[in-house]
């Protein structure tokens, strides 16, 4: 397949949805950023969709699309020639769940075993629903579909009464909102990035250097998208019909970053959502995330979403279950009602008030407006909403993970400690540049900075010296190393724990005085640790039956697994835990 030539410049075809997400393909263009890398970009908007697009790549009308990532792995996975070349918008996608505004549902869990409004099946709107109802703990049989075609008809079919609820994005509802013709009652959003891009085998296969060219290019375009914000926001606000408030809302959380490298764990958990909705009902087939990429120009990489515990939403599904179960499903709730199922660390609120009494934090000179609290991985914020309801101390939960963070903010606004808990859905190290200097009291953290490999760990100990004040605390619980790590060991740490770099405690130490930090009080928890995950794992054992009647045998299996795997860790005699006081002095 040879590219068009205009006056010897390459021309690539280039399809995408008429939204906000491709105004950086369009000043792309009209600041000739392809020109100058010597190729001509032909731009077509494809207001259908991913599946148009799709139709359109296999019938050579345009040689690269920018598509839904669920709809490319799909039709990948259905056997096309399509491959993934690159990731385009690294956030996720955000699916506001809508109702009518008269409607008799007030939140997501009034949608069980009811009708919902899809454009069409194997859409992203059918998907996303099969992803609500999976992470809500429902079977897919407890929800019906009702094809409505365009998103004009599915918001007239909830005000109609022909469907209780659609799944659509967020800010191209917000004008509907604001108009009151349709009511916003929950969202979820996707477990993977919302844009890659892709073309077709034979096309890669003979240009790969004008490939190089465009994402060059394009990744100058997207820079003069975010550098030029007070442009950028006004532009979306102009053409997509939303005031600049709700383009700046949209602007501050979209992460526009092209790049040819793609992670594992984004075409793993995309197949399983495909796989749960009964989309790819091929259950034998094993499906290799390498097979989805072109190897010739993609990279493949793994990130913390390939951990077990994170590749599949079992924490949502656990938590949904529980609080159905318990009667605590929807509604004001207190943070107490919650401590039975959202603190996922070591012995639970008991090293909470430790740490509060270590770093003085009930302390009424320290327990003021002026002084917040960040914590670093912070879940499902268990730890935040704990110390904010019990002490009222004021907690800036970053979380890195899009799902999990979106399930915090839901909770924390249930336990109405929105002014006290502040959500940020970001990697620390991105979110640090941005937050102000010798501010913070104190950075906890309870088993997250595993994730970090040793460069991330020094620029992240940097980074909390220059965010505390004088005097301030940095506490951290993690893993590690106290002997040899045998291969069995490695493998748990890499693929079920997702740990990088595991120091000793000498390790840990240095980094520290590095960092400039004075260590206060350092504590080895290895005999603790290894009592709690072996007593852990017993206890889900003795409660084997209960378990599987709330939450199924294909849950139960996974997290024995996981704890199972964990205990073996710590009996091993190789890996084990700590706490570390430290404080910024000078």
Not at 222 to 229: A, G, K, M
Not at 279 to 289: E, F
Not at 292 to 306: E, T, W
Request: aromatic letters at 10%; glycine letters at 6%.
């Amino acid at each position: 397949m040879e590219a068009n030539t205009t006056n010897n410049i390459k021309i690539i075809r280039v399809a995408g949805v008429p939204e906000h997400f491709n105004e950086p393909w369009k000043i792309g263009l009209e600041e000739n950023l392809f020109k100058n890398e010597g190729i001509h970009i032909e731009w077509y908007s494809i207001k259908e969709g991913t599946g148009a697009m799709i139709n359109k790549l296999k019938s050579n009308e345009v040689d690269v699309i920018v598509a839904l990532t669920e709809g490319l792995i799909n039709d990948i996975a259905n056997g096309s020639d399509i491959r993934l070349i690159g990731t385009y918008v690294e956030s996720p996608l955000i699916w506001s769940v809508s109702t009518g505004i008269n409607s008799i549902y007030t939140s997501v869990e009034d949608l069980k075993g009811e009708k919902f409004g899809i454009s069409r099946y194997q859409s992203g709107s059918h998907l996303m629903s099969c992803v609500l109802a999976n992470q809500y703990g429902w079977k897919q049989s407890e929800i019906e579909f009702i094809i409505n075609n365009n998103f004009e008809n599915l918001r007239k079919s909830t005000n109609d009464n022909t469907t209780a609820a659609f799944l659509w994005e967020y800010f191209m509802q917000k004008p509907y909102y604001d108009k009151g013709e349709i009511r916003r009652i929950g969202q979820i959003i996707t477990p993977w990035p919302c844009f890659m891009i892709a073309s077709t085998i034979c096309f890669i296969d003979q240009h790969l250097e004008d490939l190089t060219k465009m994402f060059k290019a394009l990744e100058k375009s997207c820079l003069l998208f975010r550098t030029n914000s007070i442009d950028s926001i006004k532009r979306i606000s102009n053409n997509f019909g939303l005031t600049e408030e709700d383009a700046k809302a949209w602007f501050d959380k979209v992460q526009i970053n092209p790049s040819n490298t793609i992670s594992e764990s984004t075409i793993e958990t995309t197949i399983d959502a495909l796989t749960t909705a009964n989309v790819l009902n091929n259950l034998n087939k094993k499906y290799s995330p390498i097979d989805f990429i072109d190897r010739k120009f993609s990279k493949l990489i793994v990130d913390i979403k390939s951990m077990r515990l994170y590749n599949k939403p079992e924490l949502l599904i656990i938590l949904r279950n529980n609080l159905r179960v318990a009667g605590l499903s929807k509604g004001s709730i207190s943070y107490t009602d919650l401590l039975p199922y959202d603190q996922n660390h070591y012995y639970g609120t008991q090293v909470l008030d430790l740490a509060v009494q270590e770093l003085e934090l009930n302390n009424e000179n320290n327990n003021n407006n002026s002084n917040w609290i960040i914590q670093i991985g912070s879940n499902l914020a268990g730890c935040a909403r704990y110390l904010a309801g019990k002490y009222n101390l004021k907690v800036l939960a970053i979380e890195l993970q899009n799902d999990l963070s979106q399930t915090a903010t839901e909770l924390t606004e249930r336990c109405h400690l929105n002014d006290l808990i502040h959500h940020i859905n970001g990697n620390f190290l991105n979110v640090a540049q941005h937050l102000q200097e010798n501010f913070y009291y104190a950075i906890v953290s309870w088993i997250t900075l595993l994730h970090f490999n040793r460069n991330e760990r020094i620029h992240l100990i940097n980074q909390s010296y220059r965010l505390l004040k004088q005097n301030g605390y940095f506490y951290c619980e993690d893993f590690i190393r106290i002997g040899t790590i045998n291969f069995e060991e490695s493998q748990i740490l890499e693929h079920d724990v997702y740990c990088k770099y595991l120091p000793t405690i000498d390790e840990y130490k240095s980094v520290l005085i590095e960092g400039k930090f004075q260590i206060i009080k350092i504590i080895d928890l290895t005999d603790d640790w290894k009592i709690f995950t072996n007593e852990r794992l017993e206890q889900f054992h003795k409660n084997k039956e209960k378990l599987l009647k709330i939450h199924g045998e294909d849950i139960y299996n996974r997290l024995e697994y996981f704890y199972a795997s964990i205990a073996k860790l710590f009996q091993g005699n190789n890996v084990g835990g700590i706490r570390i006081i430290a404080k910024k002095t000078i």
